[in-house]
C-alpha cells in the first residue's frame, strides 16, 4: 500500500513538443509473494484499479496498463520493481533508409516490425492532419530507431505517441479544445513567454 505509482506524459517536462514518444513507467513493492530472485525481470504486470459500485456492492475493475519488469531490487520488506510499458519496443534499429506510405501503412509497418498492436484502425488514422498524405522518408534523415520514426510521423499528425492500457500503440491529436482550467489561484506569478516560432517550408 502506498507504494505504487505509474508515471506518463506526454511532452517536455517545460515545453509543449509535438510528437513526443515517452516510456510510461511503473513502481511499486511486492510483499509475501513466492517469486525467488532472477524470475522478475522480463516479467508482464498488469494493473488494475478496483472501485466500489455501491448500489452492487460490487467491484468494477479499471485497467491501468500492462508493464515489463526491468528491475527487481529484494529487501527484507519485500521486493521493490521498476517496469516499463511497450513502448521501450520501438527502441529496436530501423532496417532502412529510405520508404514512402501513408501514415497507417507506416505505422503498421512498425508496430509488426516491433511485435506491438496498433491501437488505432484505418479510418481513424486517417482523420488526424495529414492522415491520408503519403509521407516520404529520405536519405538524409536522422531517424535511427522506431521511435525516431513514430516520433517524426506522429509529429506530422500533430499529435503524440503513448501506449494505451492494453499495451496497443496509439496517437493522441492535440486540439484547440480546453479539457482544465486553471484558476488564478493555481497559476505562476513569475511566468515568461518568447516571441520564439518555427517556420516549416517544407516537408
Known amino acids: 500500500e502506498g507504494s505504487l ?29 513466492n517469486i525467488g530472485k532472477g524470475e522478475w525481470v522480463g516479467k508482464t504486470v498488469t494493473f488494475s484499479e478496483g472501485l466500489l459500485i455501491s448500489s452492487l456492492n460490487e467491484y468494477e475493475y479499471v485497467p ?14 519485500g521486493v521493490s520493481i521498476v517496469a516499463y510499458d511497450n513502448m521501450i519496443s520501438f527502441d529496436d534499429i530501423v532496417d532502412f533508409t529510405t520508404t514512402v506510405g501513408t501514415p497507417y501503412e507506416l505505422l503498421s509497418y512498425i508496430c509488426s516490425s516491433c511485435n506491438v498492436t496498433l491501437g488505432l484502425s484505418q479510418a481513424q488514422i486517417e482523420l488526424f492532419p495529414n492522415g491520408t498524405e503519403t509521407l516520404t522518408i529520405h536519405g538524409n ?25 492494453n499495451g496497443a500503440l496509439i496517437l493522441v491529436r492535440y486540439s484547440n479544445n480546453p479539457i482544465y482550467s486553471i484558476d488564478e489561484y493555481n497559476r505562476f506569478n513569475d511566468c515568461s513567454f518568447s516571441d520564439y516560432s518555427t517556420r516549416y517550408t517544407g516537408m
Not at 517536462?13 to 513502481?27: F, M, N, W
Not at 496498463?65 to 520488506?77: P, Q, Y
Not at 534523415?141 to 521511435?147: G, P
Open 64 to 77: 491501468l496498463g500492462t508493464f515489463k519488469i526491468a528491475e527487481a531490487t529484494h529487501s527484507l520488506e
Open 141 to 165: 534523415n536522422d531517424i535511427k530507431t522506431y521511435r525516431d520514426l513514430l516520433s517524426w510521423i506522429s509529429q506530422a499528425l500533430c499529435s503524440f505517441a503513448t501506449i494505451n492500457r
Open 5 to 33: 505509482s505509474i508515471h506518463r506524459q506526454c511532452s517536455e517536462p517545460s515545453i509543449i513538443k509535438i510528437g513526443g514518444v515517452y516510456t510510461s513507467e511503473l513502481r511499486g513493492k511486492f510483499i509475501n509473494v
